[in-house]
């Protein structure tokens, strides 16, 4: 399995190409590519996520090179949110995506939070059951989606949103 440090800036553009690819390219088993067709994000984006005091950005290297990320974000005192999540498309379904999002709980829970929260966009099925697998459970909670924010593209419906999942940790 890969190894995972917390990003430096000079990672950014890396981060940005990875996570474009696993969220918009054609590879991979889960992709956003039927549901948008905008850059997902930018470098000056992904420099403020790695920058912000409130953000911790980890990066997995395999064989000298980033091969995922995602990132925790401190909301309250006891709960966190998991994003910005991303495999290398021809390395997932190995179980790079399920390393990562362990170490990130473990890191987590070193932040003394109980709770690590995610927004996935409603209509990718086969991911909610994935983070289902992972202990997730649907909050009940849905959270507009961001249209009007995205970056050199659209969205391809209009009916997108995201459902909240979370997980205590320790259970
Ligand atoms: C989500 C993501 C990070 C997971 O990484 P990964 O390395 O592929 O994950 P793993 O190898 O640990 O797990 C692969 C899982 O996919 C399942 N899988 C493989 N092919 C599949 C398919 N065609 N349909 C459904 N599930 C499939 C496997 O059964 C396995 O699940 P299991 O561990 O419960 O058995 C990665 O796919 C990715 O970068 N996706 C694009 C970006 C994204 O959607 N990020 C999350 C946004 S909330």
Not at 105 to 116: H, I, L, Q, R
Request: charged share 25%; hydrophobic share 45%; with cysteine.
């Amino acid at each position: 399995m890969p190894t995972v440090r917390v990003a430096e800036a000079a990672d950014a553009p890396t981060l940005v190409s990875l996570v474009r690819r696993a969220y918009r390219g054609e590879g991979g088993w889960t992709t956003e590519a039927a549901l948008l067709n905008d850059e997902r994000i930018d470098e000056a984006q992904m420099l403020k996520k790695i920058e912000d005091p409130e953000t911790t950005v980890h990066v997995a290297i395999d064989g000298g090179r980033i091969v995922g990320c995602c990132e925790l974000v401190r909301l309250e005192n006891d709960k966190v949110h998991f994003g910005t999540f991303a495999v290398e498309p021809e390395l997932q379904a190995a179980g790079v995506g399920r390393y990562i999002l362990a170490q990130a709980e473990t890191a987590a829970a070193k932040m003394g939070v109980t709770c690590v929260e995610m927004a996935v966009i409603a209509q990718r099925l086969e991911l909610i059951a994935w983070y289902q697998r992972r202990g997730y459970a649907p909050t009940g909670e849905t959270r507009p989606f961001p249209f009007h924010a995205l970056i050199n593209g659209g969205a391809l419906r209009d009916d997108l949103h995201f459902v909240v999942l979370q997980k205590s940790l320790g259970v």
